[in-house]
């Protein structure tokens, strides 16, 4: 795929870029891609156990996915369930905020964001990736400013990919700090990588697809649906 050979992609995956933006308009692809960076973060992850990987979809559909701190507590649930100390530090603040009397009244909550750069010192990398930041809203710009807080001024071993529309409520935000690359249509690329995920779903059973004309037409329609990459 065009993307994972892009050398912003390798420099992101890699070495020492931690933040990569792509922006593409509505079916081109995005989503398809956000699959295919999560993949190789994943496998990056799988070779060294001392990195992490958080990823979420927001959707315009699903209210719930366009709250910025559903977004920021599904990205640190994930990272607990990666490494001991990083969940202990969840719990700790999670038992602070619940439990009577551990905090006065006029104590200040550290945000989800702090938490989640504390949880991320017991990594040597984590990678967050978040798709279709332009579905979250009037909560847009807020969840953007939250996201691209994360690893400002790369204090953090944090490496963010977010994808969206190309709108200025978020560019306004990531074209500083961020390397930028514009999605354009590439079908042949998406048919290559569709065909490739339908085969493996198929071969590990959670795809069942008895009739290759059927098989033709999933692959046709999520294609065509795309718009391509």
Request: charged share 20%; glycine share 6%; hydrophobic share 40%.
């Amino acid at each position: 795929m065009w993307l994972l050979e892009s050398d912003e992609f390798q420099e992101w995956l890699n070495k020492a870029s931690p933040r990569l933006w792509l922006s593409g308009i509505p079916g081109a692809g995005k989503t398809v891609l956000a699959s295919a960076v999560i993949d190789s973060a994943i496998n990056q992850c799988c070779n060294d156990s001392d990195k992490g990987v958080a990823y979420f979809y927001c959707d315009y559909k699903d209210d719930q996915s366009q709250k910025l701190h559903n977004i920021l507590g599904s990205l640190a649930a994930q990272l607990a369930t990666q490494n001991d100390q990083s969940l202990q530090t969840l719990e700790k603040h999670y038992n602070m905020f619940h439990s009577p009397g551990k905090l006065s009244v006029n104590s200040v909550k550290p945000s989800l964001v702090q938490i989640i750069q504390e949880m991320s010192v017991y990594f040597t990398e984590v990678f967050i990736i978040v798709d279709a930041l332009d579905e979250c809203g009037q909560n847009v710009a807020t969840v953007v400013e939250s996201l691209a807080s994360l690893n400002t001024r790369n204090k953090y071993n944090i490496k963010t990919l977010f994808l969206s529309r190309d709108e200025y409520a978020i560019s306004s935000c990531l074209q500083s700090g961020f390397v930028h690359i514009p999605i354009a249509a590439r079908s042949h690329d998406l048919k290559l990588y569709v065909a490739s995920q339908i085969e493996t779903r198929m071969n590990s059973g959670r795809l069942r697809i008895k009739s290759p004309a059927l098989k033709d037409e999933i692959m046709e329609k999520l294609v065509n649906g795309s718009g391509g990459m």
